[in-house]
Every structure is written in structure tokens, then in C-alpha cells.
């Protein structure tokens, strides 16, 4: 009997992670045009559509069918699973992972990353890691559920205009943001989009960015830590790292990078890159 880690498609993985996991994927709608992120339509598409087209897509949740059909499988092959998803706050995945799982009492457990993008996926690679190691599926869900509370997402954006336009933000925040070519600095805090500051800029970005990390209390390197970056090109992000080289050189063998999907790609628009990271214990 093994421990299957389960995550939908709005965390960003790595390769080699991804191969690991089941994803059970959400969709994205441009008009009448439905897709489904990662199988139907690639990060590559997503923003040339993003950038060409004049109405903003939506997204959609997994639902609890789709959850349940993938419970059942793992079930079937004796197995278990540790299902990490969507923060419940930015959508109602979280609560479809969790009504599919009372289906399977003691064999499926759900943990509420409370994050997303890279926030969620760096929780997915400790699960991995734990699961590796021979951890049993409510070991791996009660160690995530514990030290999810020292993951910190923050990122710099091009624009609040997707986050208001997705109902992410206030209108009020989203206008105090595209002034003066202002870069918004956000942060992902206990499920919720929080504006932390404005920079004009990129370079003063960067430099928030590492601001932030630094009064967040630090990176953990014994952890998973992740960067990601929204849109056709990774020239910001790069630029980013070159910023930010002493938070890095010698911490940590190589930096992983992932481009951003289209269910969160529709909400932070293309021009953004984010950090994730499990802050020092304390």
C-alpha cells in the first residue's frame, strides 16, 4: 500500500514532482472556449491569448466528481492519499477535494494549502519528500498542516488590473496601484491576497522583494523554496535573481523555476514574478 500526493492544476510543479503526483486539473474559459489548464491548453497559449485577446477569461473550480473519480482509483489500487489544493479561500476546489473525500473515511486526507502557484507547490514537494521516506498518508497530512503556517508567498506584479477584474481586489486598491507606473507588491497570507506595498519600477520591486523575504525572518534552505514568473518570457524573473544573488549563492544547489498556470495567470496577468518559501523556525 502506498501514499499517492494529490494537487490540482493551479500549483506549479516542477517536473520531475509532477511526475510523482496526480493533478486534477481546473479550467479556463476565453468567451464561449473552454479548456482545460495543462491538457487542453499550455502556459504558452494562455498568455498569447491573454495579451491578444480583449475579454479577460474566467476560471473554474475541479469539482467534487472529478475529485471523487480520482479518490476511487487510488482506493481501488489499495492505496491512500494526501490531496494538497487551491487555498479555500480563492476558490471552492478545497471544499470539492473535501466532499469527495468523506466518501473514503480514513484513506483520503485534504489539506487546504491555504496558498497558491508556487505557495501550494513547494507544500506538494514536502509531501513528495515525506511520502518518499515511507511517512504514512496522515503523517504526511498532519506535518503539511503544520508547517504550511511558515510558508510565505510574496510577488511583484505588472498591474492589480487582473487581480480587480477577477474580484481579487477592490477597485480602490487596483487604481492606488496603476498610478506612476507603480509595481504592487503582494503577498499570499492566510488564503488571502494581501497588497503589501508599491514600488515604481522593477528595480525597486526586486528590492521590496528582498526586503520582504528578509522581514519575513529568513529563508529555511532545508526546505523547498520556489520562483515563478508569469507571461511569454522569464527576463524579469532573471533579472530578479540577479538582484537577489546573496539570498542564494551558496544556500542553495540550484533555484527552481516554474512559469505560472493559466488558472492563476488569469488572475496576476502576464509581467509577474513571485518567491515561495518556508520561513525559519523561530
Known sequence: ?????????????MDDIKKQCIIVPLRVSFGDEEFIDGVTIDNEEFYRRLIEYDV?????????????????????AGDTAVVITLASKLSG???????????????????????????????????????????????????????????????????????????????????????????????????????????????QGNNYLIKMIEEAGGVDYDMPIMLAYSGLSDMLLQKY????????EGKVEKLDIASICPAIGTHVGPGAIAVAFFEKSK
Open 1 to 13: 500500500m502506498g501514499v499517492k500526493i494529490i494537487t490540482d492544476s493551479s500549483a506549479d510543479l
Open 56 to 76: 479577460l477569461p474566467t476560471t473554474s473550480q475541479a469539482t467534487p466528481h472529478m475529485f471523487s473519480e480520482t479518490f476511487e482509483k487510488v482506493v481501488n
Open 93 to 203: 476546489t478545497y471544499q470539492s477535494a473535501c466532499i469527495a473525500a468523506s466518501e473514503f473515511e480514513d484513506k483520503i486526507f485534504v489539506v487546504d494549502s491555504t496558498q497558491a502557484t508556487i505557495g501550494t507547490s513547494i507544500q506538494v514537494n514536502r509531501a513528495v519528500e515525506l511520502s518518499n521516506k515511507g511517512l504514512s498518508a496522515k503523517e504526511i497530512f498532519e506535518t503539511i498542516e503544520e508547517e504550511k503556517k511558515k510558508v510565505r508567498l510574496v510577488a511583484v506584479l505588472d498591474t492589480l488590473e487582473y487581480l480587480q477584474k477577477g474580484g481579487r481586489i477592490s477597485k480602490a486598491a487596483a487604481f492606488a496601484g496603476g498610478l506612476l507606473s507603480i509595481k504592487p507588491v503582494i503577498a499570499i497570507d492566510d488564503g488571502e491576497v494581501k497588497v503589501l506595498g508599491k514600488a515604481r519600477g522593477s528595480k
Open 241 to 248: 535573481i540577479e538582484d537577489s544573488a546573496s539570498l542564494w
